[in-house]
């Protein structure tokens, strides 16, 4: 009986032995899973608390040609910060004329372009896709070119002679309206295609007698670099008088991001306000894009080209704001004279939707 008991005792000691190694060993697992809990909540605490940090929505921007002083609002507002303070990641990339540009958009190879109101009104015509959202270079800057020295002395005296003008240009689409309203013959005048970046070049070395460009581009070339003087014969001297250059987009984006259209309009035109401002810094800007430039010819290009930003019909309206008159007039010079028959309206061409009202953007004038 005694053996028996002392059995059963030693039995009870090793359960209850097993018991307490059991107890410890759930309460070591329960402590870890306490701690690896804590941990976790703690870690996601962390991370709810931290900010999250957007990233900025990447654009691409397409100009009309090379950077130069008329287009350098957009690599200004990119270097300010402009584009980036509006949530923005802006890439630019050089264009090969506005025509080029504008059957790009269209095929929405970039979001943004930088082209000639003309271009756009024969490219809708032609059933591009295509909406300009600001106008910069509301009043035309398209001019034929020649030195002052030479037998070029007035749009007649074109008949005989060579033009260079690139295909891809505005000029290149304009031409026919400036040959009937200067009531020219234009088979006597032979056009040949210059890449823009030779106008000069080319003009001087005697290969043409003259170019078409935008005078803003091509006269403080001659003048600073060629030590020449320049004569401008006007597109608008013969009844060319059309919107120029100013941002587009395809139809499908106006619909699909208008806030992130809202917000570009707005960013490039501080770019060109903020250049208007301070040339110098804005010269000191493009350079990192056109290391080769002269200054003195980018600072007359701007200088130029300001007095091109105004109408009498935009006066006191905000840099980027159209006139409905003057894109009506567009569309008539590109029926007069461009043999364009598509029966348009001018809300196809452009909106002021996105135009920003602020007095901060309205230009000075001249």
């Not at 909406?131 to 002395?153: D, E, H, W, Y």
Request: proline share 4%.
């Amino acid at each position: 009986m005694v053996c028996n008991l002392q059995s059963l005792a030693q039995f009870k000691r090793k359960e209850i032995a097993k018991m307490e190694q059991l107890n410890r060993h759930t309460l070591r697992r329960s402590h870890l899973f306490a701690a690896a809990l804590f941990s976790a909540v703690a870690g996601a605490a962390v991370l709810m608390a931290q900010p999250v940090q957007a990233a900025d929505r990447p654009v691409k921007m397409l100009l009309d040609w090379i950077h130069n002083g008329p287009n350098s609002g957009f690599v200004v507002a990119k270097e300010k910060g402009f584009y980036k303070e509006a949530g923005l990641d802006v890439s630019i990339e050089q264009g090969k004329g506005s025509g080029s540009t504008a059957q790009l958009i269209a095929s929405k190879v970039a979001d943004f372009g930088f082209a000639d109101g003309y271009v756009v009104t024969n490219g809708v015509a032609k059933g591009m896709d295509l909406k300009m959202v600001a106008g910069v270079f509301r009043r035309n800057p398209t001019a034929v070119i020649a030195l002052q020295k030479s037998s070029v002395t007035s749009a007649k005296e074109l008949e005989g002679k060579t033009i260079g003008i690139a295909t891809g240009a505005a000029q290149f689409q304009q031409w026919p309206a400036f040959v009937g309203g200067c009531k020219l013959d234009g088979s006597k005048i032979k056009v040949v295609n210059i890449d823009p970046a030779g106008y000069v070049a080319s003009m001087i070395a005697g290969q043409v007698d003259a170019v078409a460009g935008f005078a803003q581009g091509m006269v403080p070339g001659i003048e600073v670099r060629a030590n020449q003087d320049a004569r401008i014969m006007w597109y608008a001297d013969c009844g060319v008088n059309a919107v120029s250059n100013g941002i587009i987009v395809h139809s499908d984006f106006l619909k699909s991001d208008p806030a992130v259209i809202k917000s570009f309009v707005a960013a490039s035109l501080r770019g060109f306000l903020y250049g208007r401002a301070n040339p110098a810094e804005a010269i000191e800007i493009l350079k990192k894009y056109q290391p080769n430039l002269t200054p003195a010819i980018t600072n007359r290009e701007m200088s130029i080209s300001w007095t091109n930003w105004v109408t009498p019909n935009t006066a006191d309206k905000p840099l980027g704001w159209m006139s409905e008159q003057d894109w009506a007039s567009t569309i008539e010079v590109a029926k007069q004279f461009g043999g364009m028959t598509a029966d348009l309206k001018t809300s196809q061409l452009y909106t002021n939707e996105f135009v920003p009202t602020e007095a901060s953007f309205i230009p000075p004038q001249k």
